[in-house]
């Protein structure tokens, strides 16, 4: 296996729960993130889904060091950067760049795409000298499919799809080893959304980049993930190689996400059994004892409600090597095979015997 560029271990993010606007008073937590783990390898992509307000965007800027964690370690070849600060702490983050969700407001709409793309240069000077920057943008430009002789417009002169190739060549300007693009193409328009994709998979090959790559639902990081790790309100249920997950998902959570996922066939769609997943989502300040999904859970029993469930293979499910054997967070994790009709699509979950 290549080399770990990152490894993540009980990283924690709470903010405070506060009550009154003049003496304000902390009466609980928010428990963006509770506890997650991966390991990211050099070269690989790692697509990381969930719900809206699971913490994915939370674990995202801990990565870039746009939050401190409450607890935890991010490690990058090793080095834990939430030890490192001032000279050290900025060396390292370099190497780690964002991408951000809205193409339509994270570009500054009174700053030229060259002044935007050279930014990280007036932060990290060594990395271009002065003379040399407008070259170098240019470069950028050209890298990410846009024209060179447009760097002196303005963001709002760009389609959504060119934007989010601009924020992708401001991504790339300091030459980072890893990407972390949070939901990278949910605002663009579907037909634009294959072409920024892409666009990654190239540029991730062309330059040798490991990313972290989020998104809302399964489909969209299914072409590009080597693994994919889902998470459910602050933590990571599942994770592991791309077809381990799609095709012998063994957490309840998974399944439902799997089964939700649409399928353009409408005899597979008549055959596919959907697992309707009941009440909400509950809130990260009232977070529930032992397995935090047990609440919408239809295999939910009493040990359920004492024993957090660990990440990792579950010991029941035999064949350490089978396809069934990745990091699986449930007490009574079941593989079930995923029938596919044709690449792509994904039908009916069946328990296997
Ligand atoms: N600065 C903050 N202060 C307080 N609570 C926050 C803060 N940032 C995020 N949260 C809360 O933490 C939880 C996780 O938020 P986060 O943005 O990480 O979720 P997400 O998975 O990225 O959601 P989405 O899919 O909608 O982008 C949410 O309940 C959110 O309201
Ligand atoms: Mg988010």
Redo the contacts with the bound molecule.
Sequence with gaps: MAEAILEVGGLVKH?PLTQGILFRKQIGA?K??DGVDFTLHRGETLGIV??????????AKMLVNLERPTAGSIKYKGEDLTRLTGRALKAVRRNIQMVFQDPYTSLNPRMTVGDIIGEPYDIHPEVAPKGDRRRRVRELLDVVGLNPEHINRYPHQFSGGQRQRIGIARGLALRPEVIVAD?PVSALDVSVQAQVINLMDRLQNEFDLSYVFIA?DLSIVRHISDRVGV?YLGRIVEIGRDAEIYDHPTHPYTQALLSAVPVPDPAARDRRERIILTGDVPS?TNVPSGCRFRTRCWKAEDRCAQEVPVLAVPAHLGDPTGPAAHDSACHFAEAVSIRRSAPGQTVLPEPTP
């Design positions: 903010y928010i963006a993130v969930g719900e809206s307000g699971c913490g994915k965007s939370t674990v939901e809302h998470m990260p």
